[in-house]
Nanobody, 124 residues
Framework: QVQVVESGGGLVQAGGSLRLSCTAS????????MGWFRQAPGKEREFVAA????????DVADSVKGRFTISRDNAKNTVYLQMNSLKPEDTAHYYC?????????????????WGQGTQVTVSA
């Protein structure tokens, strides 16, 4: 089993910044990558970003590219999502994802473990 815990969400004004953290514990030795999805009310869950553990290969959704940065700390089994220039449309519940294989990171069925999520609310 793998436990996934997110932190760092909150309320911020448009143009502000937040940093989300996600730590995985348990049987994580064979995990391949971690990432983030988000889901706004009434919308489907969408891919945000992902990063591989070994070489740090990243993938970032076009909707947040240039504003969001994903990074990792292998020693802590932790990934971070630095979110800058936040917009009201970034308001969503953000979920951390753990992948055990080099699948298409952008589809949620490729995710092996999910966190409970953390709320990000951006006011206009």
């Amino acid at each position: 089993q793998v436990q996934v815990v997110e932190s760092g969400g909150g309320l911020v004004q448009a143009g502000g910044s937040l940093r989300l953290s996600c730590t995985a514990s348990g049987r994580t030795f064979y995990s391949y990558a971690m990432g983030w999805f988000r889901q706004a009310p009434g919308k489907e869950r969408e891919f945000v970003a992902a990063i591989s553990w070994s070489i740090g290969r990243t993938d970032v959704a076009d909707s947040v590219k240039g504003r969001f940065t994903i990074s990792r700390d292998n020693a802590k089994n932790t990934v971070y999502l630095q979110m800058n220039s936040l917009k009201p449309e970034d308001t969503a519940h953000y979920y951390c994802a753990v992948y055990f294989g080099p699948h298409n990171w952008r589809i949620d069925r490729a995710v092996d473990y999910w966190g409970q999520g953390t709320q990000v609310t951006v006011s206009a």
